[in-house]
């Protein structure tokens, strides 16, 4: 399996302009999660999806954000219109399962490293 | 609102000793608590989960205890390695599957 992939790598934008990342979740997994990491704030939850449907958004830091999920082997992320302060490192993480009992581990992506110039 | 706290300052020990992480946490009731290992450029992998239940729980040179009084929860990585040199963050669950991490101990294992 080739994990959690997301595209691009790295990202560099000017501010104002839109920023799309995308993920490829783990073929199976019924969860995809979205966290941006930074040194400040560390790394925090931004949305996460059920079967394509997403269930909290209350991470998601304000309208410049937003998420979608239009079938279970693809998601992305955009930021329109993009600011320095979103500069970061998204990742996109898969779960196959979630509940009492289970280990809820998350298989995270390599990242995407956002530059907002 | 809910906090997590890890040693912010980096851990540096010499290679064969035990290693000791420290996640505190505050405003918060989780049902378990996990242990992620994350490597610079990569995303989080992860190590362990224990429940609010358990006490201790190990894994071949990891071990991790949970104290739900206390609110704190030990990793530790016994006989260390240089290869062990990570960060580690922990990360709180609990009802709606949501998970809180926090910002991660960067460890150092010299050789």
């Known amino acids: 399996d080739a994990g959690v992939i997301q595209s691009p790598r790295h990202e560099v934008t000017e501010m104002g302009q839109e920023v799309t990342l995308r993920c490829k979740p783990i073929s199976g997994h019924d969860y995809l999660f979205w966290y941006r990491q930074t040194m400040m704030r560390g790394l925090e939850l931004l949305i996460y999806?059920?079967?394509?449907?997403?269930?909290?958004d209350s991470g998601m830091p304000e309208d410049r954000f937003s998420a979608k999920m239009p079938n279970a082997s693809f998601s992305t992320l955009k930021i329109q219109p993009s600011e320095p302060r979103d500069s970061a490192v998204y990742f996109c993480?898969?779960?196959?399962?979630?509940?009492?009992?289970?280990?809820?581990?998350?298989?995270f992506g390599p990242g995407t490293r956002l530059t907002v110039l | 609102s809910q906090k997590i706290e890890q040693n912010s300052e980096a851990l540096n020990i010499q290679e064969g000793k035990t290693a000791t992480l420290t996640c505190n946490y505050t405003n918060y009731s989780p049902a378990y608590l996990q242990w992620y290992r994350q490597d610079p450029g990569r995303g989080p992998v992860f190590l362990l989960l224990?429940?609010?239940?358990?006490k201790e729980k190990r894994k071949e040179r990891l071990k991790v205890t949970f104290d739900t009084t206390l609110k704190q929860s030990l990793f530790h990585i016994t006989a260390s390695q240089p290869a062990d040199s990570a960060t580690y963050l922990c990360?709180?669950?609990?009802?709606?599957?949501?998970?809180?991490f926090g910002a991660g101990t960067r460890l150092f294992v010299k050789a």
């Open positions: 993480a898969s779960s196959p399962e979630l509940g009492a009992g289970r280990l809820n581990e998350q298989f």
């Open positions: 224990i429940r609010e239940n358990e």
């Open positions: 999806f059920n079967n394509n449907v997403p269930i909290d």
């Open positions: 990360a709180l669950g609990g009802g709606g599957f949501k998970t809180i």
